[in-house]
């Protein structure tokens, strides 16, 4: 009996030392992600819980969880996916993680799978505006997709490690020089960081030779020291460098500060701190306008929007004090982070930000000032952007081209890439056609004026065809002669186009040796007033005749048989007045133009378009007065003289001369 007491007691006491070992672990864990240190916090909750009983199912759904947070939060989305559902499928998980399982999905390009997700996380916390701005994005982002921006982009293999390598700049106005941070084996800072796994990460600069290939990089010296150094911005003569220099120990958090330092020849001279907030706290991330005046900085100091903000510094006239920090504003600031801002000459801000709608993870944005100060903020979209966290981003001067940072490689760190939008290519192929028979016209003329001064001109082949290259940001007409045809008209513009396109023109040349109708000439019954209506078709002959300025025409009015024939012939000649009248007004010399009244004497002959809005009517019939006397029915009569009412005119001469 004696043993088995004292069997007992070890067993208690082995049970009790292993509970408390498994809660020793669980500490160390929480106490390591609450220091920041996620990357060894990962190891440690996953140790706790391989030792937790299944039974305790209360503890292994929350430390399913805080693993699956630590991945989020190292930028792992695949493990934080697999985790996250695990922690779904957890009994009494937390609310957030199937919010978060939709979030990795999204970042790991699985929109589809997100929207679902995000649409049972509203079921659960339909309160929570997040789930509908998340599956619009996703929305968004397979649109975006379909749809991509004209950019060039590539993988910058000269630069990039297999560490983390990001947030360039250049360091000389030809553009041959980079500087950019990476957490590569030969950073000074021989810590390994603790939220990442990675190495602290230094500044280095690469050189482009004259085969236009990027040499080895290297750590800039003078720059460097034992804690972490990143974001290089360079002022516009190139000589003043700002850059973030953060410190960090173990199970501790430390401030970030924005240092400075001035070159000299060759050299860099000390850096120094430009203590614009005080070193306890994060300023990071800065970007110098083009005048030096204005510091932009990324900080989480108080009055932000939450999370990391971009605010803004202005330098004093003396030029070595900065103002106290203002916020950006709800523009550009969001409940969630942003980070990375970059500005160009004009003043364009570019940031990062998970807050605004995006494709997932930290996306680029453009951010133009207003004059009332406000900004309008706009997604710079694939494939500048994609599922991963896309941020860091510098362009050559005004030029559309440049390097920005990505993790979209999937690896969990990040790389380098260029990125150029093409020069906009413009074409235009047209065809010339009789626009009575579809027919093409070989041999016609084709002119091209453009309202930059351009004048071109070109020859249709057999087929009718004809083509042109066009300018960006221009306004094209192109204007078809031949023979025997009045001349065609067409117009096309390359302005605000965003993306190269090829114009398709089509020109139909109206033949001449036949009357021309103009259709929706209306009157009221037994009246010679033009309608309302009436404008649109005679502001086009107007259009006709001054792009046919050689050309005199006869306007002939018909009408019905339904009076005496002199009422009829009195009415047509009163209406085709009117018409010439109008033309008058619009600017048409009087010379070109003679009106002419044929009342009933020349009714409709039917053609091809006439048949096919009409089956009834067949082509070739003359609508005469004992043709329409044999049809059907009451309406079909009165369509009949509708046809026969009608304002047409016909070319008397195409060697009118103004003034002669």
Known sequence: MRRFLILILILVIAGFQETQAQKRKTERAYDAYNAGEYYEAIDLFKSA??????????????????????????????????WYKLAVRSPGSNPEAQYWLAESLKKNGKYQDAIDEFKKYKQIAQSDARADQQIRACELALEWQRNPEAYNVEEMKDLNSRESDFSPAFG?????????????????????????????????????????????????????????????????????????RCEAGKREKKGCIIMHARRSGDAWGEPKNIGILPDTLVAAHPALTEDGNTLYFVSDVKGGSGGKDIWMVNRSQEGDQWSSPQNLGPDINTPGDELFPYVRTDGTLYFASDGHIGMGGLDIFKAVPQPDGSWIVTNMRPPINSSADDFGITFEGNEERGIFSSSRKGRGNDELYSFELPPLVFNVTGLVRDEKTGAPIASSTVQLIASDGLNLQAETGESGDFSFALKPDVDYIFLASKRGYLNGKERETTKGQEKSRDFMVNLLLT???????????????????????????????????????????????????RDTEEYNIDLSQKRAQSVVEYLIEKGIDPARLTPKGYGESDPKTVDDIIQDQWPFLKTGIVLSEEFIGTLETEEQKEIAHQINRRTEFRVLRTDYEPGK
Not at 60 to 79: Q, V
Not at 213 to 238: H, L, M, R
Not at 520 to 545: G, Q
């Open 49 to 82: 819980y391989s030792k937790t009983k299944r039974s305790d199912r209360a503890s292994r759904s929350e430390l399913i969880y805080m693993i699956a947070g630590c991945y989020r939060t190292i930028n792992d989305p695949r493990n934080a996916e697999t």
């Open 172 to 244: 000389r106005d030809d553009y041959g020089v980079v500087f950019f941070t990476s957490s590569r084996d030969d950073a000074s800072g021989n810590k390994t960081h603790g939220a990442t796994g990675q190495g602290f990460t230094d500044i280095f600069e690469s050189r482009l030779d004259k085969k236009s290939k990027w040499s080895t990089p290297v750590p800039v010296d003078g720059i460097n020291s034992e804690a972490e150094e990143g974001t290089p911005f360079f002022s516009a003569d190139y000589r003043d460098l700002y850059f973030t």
């Open 511 to 561: 033949p001449i040796d036949r009357p021309i109708e103009l259709p929706n000439i209306f009157y009221d019954f037994n009246k010679w007033d033009l309608r309302p209506e009436s404008m649109v078709s005679l502001d086009r002959l107007t259009e006709t005749l001054n792009d046919n300025p050689n050309v005199t025409i006869e306007l002939m009015s018909h009408t019905d048989s």
